[in-house]
């Protein structure tokens, strides 16, 4: 005979499922910080050494297109990273040997230019709309010209933008490892690591000389 649940029992119930979730949603929510921090660093990167390889000279973007465009590089690197940790370390995240976190840097490598390709379209109507280039009155025909061009946009981007990624994938990774050794002394340390890697990311990006950035392309 099943015992009826009372509210009390059935709260606890609740309770326990998000006490026993909150440390995957923590380490998910560092993990996440930290991809968007890395596809920051590399489409700045992957910019300048496009710069170097078109004979232009290598330096950095000002802060309009840095903002808009910047923001689509994080936002691409926080959905990527939030899907490979999800679906390939899944709840039990504890504990992984250091390949599989490479493998997961390799992946991210792999296909963080191709989505930042998919967003910088959006970033840059995000852009001339707010520089004025595009009207108002005809802003819904830029939003809908963005969306066609992301495919294309993905694709020319990506090509160009692997070795950045694996660059910058590979330093995730490791950073993924450490944070995922140090879960033994709670999840402070690990929002500490991650603000630390995602500061120097995202400064070493913007604020490194741009010769010796283009070195990482």
């Known amino acids: 005979m099943a015992i009826p649940q009372t509210p009390m029992i059935k709260s606890n119930i609740y309770f326990s499922r998000i006490t026993n979730f909150s440390n995957v949603g923590k380490f998910i929510a560092i993990a996440v910080l930290c991809g968007g921090a890395s596809s920051f660093a590399r489409f700045f990167i992957s910019d300048i050494v496009q710069k170097k390889v078109r004979w232009e000279d290598p330096i950095h973007m000002s802060w309009l297109p840095s903002t808009c465009l910047g923001i689509a590089a994080f936002l691409a690197g926080v959905l990527l ?5 999800k679906v390939i370390i899944g709840e039990g995240y504890l504990n992984r040997n250091i390949f599989i976190w490479i493998f997961i840097g390799i992946l991210y ?26 009207e108002l009155n005809k802003a819904f025909y830029f939003f809908l010209d963005a ?10 981007h990506g090509i160009f933008g692997v070795i950045s990624g694996l660059v910058c994938g590979m330093c995730l990774a490791i950073t993924l490892w450490l944070m995922d050794i140090i879960q033994r002394f709670g999840p402070r340390w690990q929002f500490g690591l991650g603000i630390a890697f995602s500061v120097f990311m995202i400064g070493f990006s913007k604020f490194a000389p741009p010769p010796f950035l283009a070195n990482f392309g």
């Open 81 to 85: 990273t939030f899907v490979l940790v």
């Open 109 to 134: 490598g792999i296909f963080i230019p191709f989505v930042t390709g998919l967003l910088l379209p959006m970033g840059m109507f995000v852009m001339n709309v707010s520089i004025g280039v595009i």
């Open 147 to 156: 969306i066609v061009l992301a495919p294309t946009n993905a694709f020319t």
